[in-house]
C-alpha cells in the first residue's frame, strides 16, 4: 500500500492568516492527490482534485500544488468557515489510502 | 443535483451480520463509482473499497477484503456494504462517496454503526 503523511498533524491559526499543509506519499503518485475538508459531525468535502483542480463552488483562497511525493495545501487567507480537519488521499493506486489528517483550529 | 441518502443508525451485537445502504436521488448511479470510507470513534478516514454499479466491478481495500462486501444494485440506484459477523471493533462511522475513479465528489451523511453486547 501506499503510505501517507501529513504534516502538522494540527495547527493554530487566526483570521486572515496563510495557512499550509503537507502531504506526502511514499512512492510517486503522480498527480493523483485530492484533498478533503471534514467539519466536525460532518460528512467529508472535496477540496481538490488531481493535486490542483477546484472542486466547483469552492472558494479561490484554497489552492494545491506539488507532483510525485511532495505535495500542498495551502489556504491563503483563513476565515472562520476553514477550522476544520484536512486529509489528503492518493488515488494512484488501490487501496486509495487516505493521510491522517491535519486539524486546524483558532488560536 | 446528486444526493446520497445513508440508511440510519444501527446498533448491534457482536456476531450478527448488517446491511447498510446508499441511496442516489439521481438518475446517473450506474455510471459512477461508490466508495465507502470507514471513520473510527475519534480516527481518520480509511477507505474501504468502491464499486462501479454499471457493471460491479469491484475493489477493495487489503485490510478490509473477506470481511465485508460491497454490492450495488443499480435498478434502484443503491448500494451497500455488508458483514456477516460483526465484531466490536467495526463500531464506526461509514460513509458512501459517489465520483470519478480518481476522486469522490458528493458524500453520503454517514451510517454510525455500533456493535456492543
Known amino acids: 500500500d501506499i503510505q501517507m503523511t501529513q504534516s502538522p498533524s494540527s495547527l493554530s491559526a487566526s483570521v486572515g492568516d496563510r495557512v499550509t499543509i503537507t502531504c506526502r506519499a511514499s512512492?510517486?503518485?503522480?498527480?493523483?492527490l485530492n484533498w478533503y475538508q471534514q467539519k466536525s459531525g460532518k460528512a467529508p468535502k472535496l477540496l481538490i482534485y488531481?493535486?490542483?483542480n477546484l472542486q466547483s463552488g469552492v472558494p479561490s483562497r484554497f489552492s494545491g500544488s506539488g507532483s510525485g511525493t511532495d505535495f500542498t495545501l495551502t489556504i491563503s487567507s483563513l476565515q472562520p468557515e476553514d477550522f476544520a480537519t484536512y486529509y489528503c488521499?492518493?488515488?494512484?493506486?488501490?487501496?486509495?489510502?487516505f493521510g491522517p489528517g491535519t486539524k486546524v483550529d483558532l488560536k | 443535483e446528486v444526493q446520497l441518502v445513508q440508511s440510519g443508525a444501527e446498533v448491534k451485537k457482536p456476531g450478527e451480520s448488517l446491511k447498510i445502504s446508499c441511496k442516489d436521488s439521481?438518475?446517473?448511479?450506474?455510471?459512477?463509482?461508490i466508495a465507502w470510507v470507514r471513520q473510527m470513534p475519534g480516527k481518520g478516514l480509511e477507505w474501504m473499497g468502491n464499486?462501479?454499479?454499471?457493471?460491479?466491478?469491484?475493489r477493495y481495500s487489503p485490510s478490509f477484503q473477506g470481511l465485508v462486501t460491497i454490492s450495488a444494485d443499480k435498478s434502484i440506484s443503491t448500494a451497500y456494504l455488508q458483514w456477516s459477523s460483526l465484531k466490536a471493533s467495526d463500531t464506526a462511522m461509514y460513509y458512501c462517496?459517489?465520483?470519478?475513479?480518481?476522486?469522490?465528489?458528493?458524500w453520503g451523511q454517514g451510517t454510525l454503526v455500533t456493535v456492543s453486547s
Open positions: 462517496a459517489q465520483g470519478f475513479q480518481r476522486y469522490f465528489d458528493f
Open positions: 439521481a438518475y446517473t448511479f450506474a455510471s459512477y463509482w
Open positions: 464499486i462501479y454499479p454499471g457493471d460491479s466491478d469491484t
Open positions: 512512492q510517486s503518485i503522480a498527480n493523483y
Open positions: 488531481s493535486t490542483s
Open positions: 488521499q492518493q488515488t494512484h493506486r488501490t487501496p486509495r489510502t
